[in-house]
């Protein structure tokens, strides 16, 4: 397969975990909404990866600013900091025994500040990626 090919097959991929995301989210699961959006995040940064290193292969991280960092692209503050606080939520995500108490931490109002940067995200990773 051509890396075209998969990398139209991560932002496949990108899109249903977006409407994953958002129907956790609807259902009041904050935290899991957000490790859902760091699915997405991350299947785009790799499909990014890819086209900048012209490679069928991507680094096996989850970690959404060093998938950055190797494409050379440049990133404002604000980026940064929010592709680090991203990274918080894959790591929650992955075990049992945090997610549940990280929920609870999850306000509709704290999720609502990351969705609304996040679309803003997937806009730009997609730009990058045409």
Not at 1 to 12: D, G, K, N, P, Y
Not at 17 to 28: I, Q, T, V
Not at 68 to 92: G, H, R, S, V
Request: hydrophobic share 40%.
């Amino acid at each position: 397969m051509a890396v075209e090919e998969h990398i139209f097959s991560l932002v496949t991929e990108a899109r249903q975990d977006k409407g994953a995301s958002e129907a956790l989210a609807n259902a009041g699961y904050y935290a899991h909404a957000l490790f859902f959006a760091h699915l997405v995040l991350e299947k785009l940064c790799k499909a990014l990866w890819m086209k900048k290193h012209n490679s069928v292969e991507y680094p096996f991280t989850h970690n959404l600013s060093r998938l950055l960092k190797e494409t050379e692209i440049f990133l404002t503050p604000e980026q940064i900091f929010f592709y680090t606080d991203m990274n918080l939520f894959q790591a929650k995500g992955r075990y049992p025994e945090t997610i549940h108490t990280f929920e609870n931490k999850i306000t509709k109002e704290i999720y609502r500040k990351y969705f609304k940067q996040f679309e803003i995200e997937i806009e730009w990773l997609n730009s990058q990626l045409h």
